[in-house]
């Protein structure tokens, strides 16, 4: 097995005390980092993705590979850095304007990062103008907003509209959820997508850069 | 028979599985509540008689057949799931918007040593008063409570929630956050949080026991509830270990009590609605949120167990009556008319349109034995 098998593997299976020396051993053998990074870290995470998708494993196991990952990426951030094209993309993360709720932002984030995203979460509470603010960086090709009361999905409804008219709409895919939320209402609000879990944001947000 | 009388043997027929002379309705979501009289959130947090006031006049002005909370105050979440609560007023809150749950890590990882060490009474109560002030913040909601069901009887609205029976997971997940909980604690030193659960699950079975057994307290159901101990959060294994284990024994102290278990159950639970059928039938009410296949609970638990809700939250804030009426009809038609309570999914929301709850009663009604 090479070393980035073994990465993968330990990713994987959310090994997370060993992957940042079996990192460090794979840079010593002289791999190339992109390379530890793409298929060590994120098409194992895309394994572990399409394993949750078939309840082959559920949230616990599908967060501790991505934390493994995580570990694995801290390690190898010094050899990747200025090289911007290990990540497929930049995207924006918040919940909505007068909803506290972060918990399952946090997961999205957490699924969207091992598929090889940069994040920029804005936290919670956002209001429409930090939307606005943050997706009009032109590197931005992803806004994903959640709502997780049916009390902020006006706030999100609000959301997406500021969004869809704004001059660099053509530029970027907006993507929806939250408890309360429904494909019908991303429709009707004018998102172009809505996921109802994890995996499946991460997933999403793959194909739209793909 | 008297109204009181006549909507508890209605429900109590629905549990048995038993024809109805109508489908009964329950109330779900205090907020609602408040919002039907005009009261705000703020006041009604902090004034349990305006509470009551407000609970009693949305159950009778619907006609419906009983409550899930005779009073209602957002700080008993914290003695529940252990996640502090931003109230109305307070912060980024207005004083006429929605409470919310802010979870963060309130429990640290040596809390789980103190427990074993020292016992969950002790720590529980220090964890309670230090982090939240809970016992205080809440002591308003005990003392009005008997009131509250005295003036819920008087005005013949029965009660079936009068208690919340936790599994040792949902408390310690929300201590924990979700996160932290499953990567760091569960995964992680599974060993450990089973004997802190072994602690809790037996503090919390005396005091249930004790709650049932005294006369003044004894319910005629509790919720049993599950939101984050589910079968789409995990794996079997674990969800029978950590989860249902509990949740069971929960149940079973119900039932031998001849107490109405109604399973809250928040989140999908396809995967575990066969785990509901190990029950006695004819005993529990299984309340499903919206994202629970109805359909597939009809086919496994139908001539089995009383199947509740799920008029969606987002349906009864946004939708056109048209539609809900449809869908509570088609429910009825579907899921009862045997068997099968009308609830909205979950809580009605804070913003419902109340003509959309009104036609979950009109349904109700039409579909009456004339």
């Not at chain 1, 409804?157 to 494909?183: C, E, H, Y």
Request: proline share 5%; hydrophobic share 40%; aromatic share 10%.
């Amino acid at each position: 097995m090479s070393k980035i098998d073994e990465i993968a593997a330990a990713v994987g299976a959310g090994k997370a005390k060993i992957v940042g020396g079996l990192v460090e051993e794979a840079i010593a053998e002289g791999a190339n980092p992109s390379e530890i990074l793409n298929k060590g870290m994120i098409d194992a995470m895309a394994v572990v993705g399409e394993k949750f998708k078939n309840n082959e494993i559920f949230v616990p196991e599908m967060l501790v590979a991505a934390r493994a990952m995580k570990k694995g990426v801290e390690v190898l951030k010094p050899y990747l850095a200025g090289d911007t094209s290990n990540t497929v993309g930049k995207m924006v993360m918040g919940t909505v304007a007068g909803d506290l709720h972060d918990i399952g932002k946090n997961l999205v984030i957490m699924m969207i990062e091992s598929a090889g995203f940069e994040v920029i979460d804005l936290g919670v509470d956002v209001p429409v103008e930090k939307f606005l603010e943050a997706a009009a960086d032109p590197e931005v090709k992803i806004v994903g907003a959640s709502a997780l009361l049916t009390t902020t999905m006006p706030a999100l409804r609000d959301t997406v509209a500021a969004l869809n008219k704004a001059d660099f709409r053509s530029r970027i895919k907006v993507m929806v959820g939250g408890a309360p939320v429904t494909q019908e209402f991303a429709n009707e609000i004018g998102a172009d997508a809505y996921t109802g879990d994890a995996a499946s944001a991460a997933e999403r947000a793959k194909s739209f850069v793909a | 028979m008297g109204l009181y009388e006549e909507r508890l043997a209605r429900v109590r027929a629905a549990v048995n599985l038993e024809p109805v002379d109508r489908v009964p309705h329950l109330s779900a979501g205090p907020a609602a509540m408040a919002a039907y009289s005009k009261v705000p959130l703020k006041d009604y947090v902090s004034d349990m008689e305006l509470n009551c006031t407000a609970n009693i006049k949305y159950v009778n002005d619907f006609n419906m057949d009983g409550t899930q909370a005779p009073i209602f105050d957002p700080n008993i979440l914290f003695l529940q799931w252990f996640s502090p609560i931003v109230l109305p007023g307070e912060g980024s809150v207005g004083e006429n918007e929605l409470w919310q749950v802010h979870e963060k890590e309130v429990m640290s990882e040596d809390d789980y040593d103190k427990i074993l060490e020292n016992g969950y009474d002790e720590w529980r109560v220090d964890f309670l008063t230090k982090k939240y002030d809970a016992f205080n913040k809440s002591k308003k909601y005990f003392d009005y409570y008997p009131t509250a069901l005295k003036r819920h009887k008087e005005a013949g609205i029965p009660s079936f929630v009068d208690g919340v029976f936790q599994s040792p997971f949902e408390s310690l997940c929300g201590a924990r956050s979700l996160e932290t909980f499953l990567i760091d604690d569960l995964m992680e030193s599974p060993e450990k949080v089973e004997k802190v659960f072994e602690k809790v699950h037996e503090f919390n079975m005396k005091s249930y026991i004790a709650q049932i057994e005294n006369p003044e307290t004894r319910p005629i159901g509790v919720w049993v509830g599950g939101w984050r101990g589910t079968p789409s959060m995990l794996n079997t294994e674990m969800f029978e270990q950590y989860s249902w284990k509990y949740m069971r024994e929960l149940i079973d102290l119900c039932i031998q009590y001849d107490i109405i278990p109604l399973c809250h159950l928040d989140s999908n639970w396809d995967n575990g609605l066969e785990y509901f059928k190990t029950i006695p039938a004819k005993k529990a009410i299984v309340s499903l949120d919206g994202k629970t296949d109805m359909y597939l609970a009809k086919e496994i638990l139908g001539g089995h167990s009383c199947i509740m809700g799920d008029v969606p939250a987002e349906m009864l804030a946004f939708a056109k009556p048209e539609k809900v009426y449809a869908y509570a009809s088609k429910l009825i038609k579907d899921i009862g008319p045997t068997g099968y309570i009308m609830c909205s999914g979950c809580d009605v929301p804070f913003n419902a349109d109340f003509e959309n709850v009104k036609m979950m009663q009109k349904a109700v009604e039409d579909s009456a034995v004339k």
